[in-house]
Every structure is written in structure tokens, then in C-alpha cells.
């Protein structure tokens, strides 16, 4: 019973940034959670991106975009965010956030999204040359 949506993605150039932002409701224990950001391109398998644990003490990040990548979360508002900087053409996918009633995090079961228990329905983010 809880929905995620995203929102934030758009066309943008490349060396641009982006915000994209994920709001849970209908749930009872989204500080709980831990959040996680996934993305698709045409074509390709679900990447992990990043993410956070319950109370943001733990992050982690897929290798090839730490140092672009921030993630973040702000429990008080049941929103999680992701930052992306200097972006490149071939970040261009839908973004999905997921969340993880388990709300621990560590470096291998992060990044897998099995591990994840609810799914938005995605925010396209295009990165234009």
C-alpha cells in the first residue's frame, strides 16, 4: 500500500543537472524504509543508481556514477531525492525510485532490485548532445 511517484525529469543538455524527487503515501512506516534509485534505458536491464537507508546514515552508489550522483532523503516530508550533475547522453532512462521495507542497506543487496518490496512508475530523463 505504498505508492511512489517521481518526478523531476525533463530534456536537458548535456553537462546539465538534474533533481528528480520521489513521494511516498499511503504507507505507515516510510522512515522505515530504505529508498533506492534504479534506471532503464531502452533496451537495457534495471541499473542500480543509488541508495540510502532508513535514516540516511548509509548510502551507496553504483561505482560508475559516484562523484555525479547524490542521493538524499527527508523523512519528514516521505521524499527521497536524487541529484544528478554533469550529465552525459547515455544517462538518458526512465528513473525509478523503489523502497525497501527491510530499511537496511548494505553493498551487495542495495543494488539489486529483487530486494525491493514497491516501485514508482518512473521519470524520463533525456540528456541531449
Known amino acids: 500500500q505504498v505508492h511512489l511517484v517521481e518526478s523531476g525529469g525533463g530534456l536537458v543538455q548535456a553537462g546539465g543537472s538534474l533533481r528528480l524527487s520521489c513521494v511516498a503515501s499511503g504507507g505507515r512506516t516510510f522512515n522505515n524504509y530504505a529508498m533506492g534509485w534504479f534506471r532503464q534505458a531502452p533496451g537495457k536491464e534495471r541499473d542500480f543508481v543509488a541508495a540510502i537507508s532508513w535514516n540516511g546514515g548509509t548510502t551507496v552508489y553504483a561505482d560508475s556514477l559516484k562523484g555525479r550522483f547524490t542521493i538524499a532523503r527527508d523523512n519528514a516530508k516521505k521524499t527521497v531525492y536524487l541529484e544528478v550533475d554533469s550529465l552525459k547522453p547515455e544517462d538518458t532512462a526512465v528513473y525509478y525510485c523503489?523502497?525497501?521495507?527491510?530499511?537496511?542497506?548494505?553493498?551487495?543487496?542495495?543494488?539489486?532490485?529483487?530486494?525491493?518490496?514497491?516501485w514508482g512508475q518512473g521519470t524520463q530523463v533525456t540528456v541531449s548532445s
Open positions: 523503489a523502497a525497501d521495507s527491510y530499511g537496511v542497506i548494505d553493498d551487495t543487496s542495495a543494488r539489486n532490485p529483487s530486494e525491493y518490496d514497491y
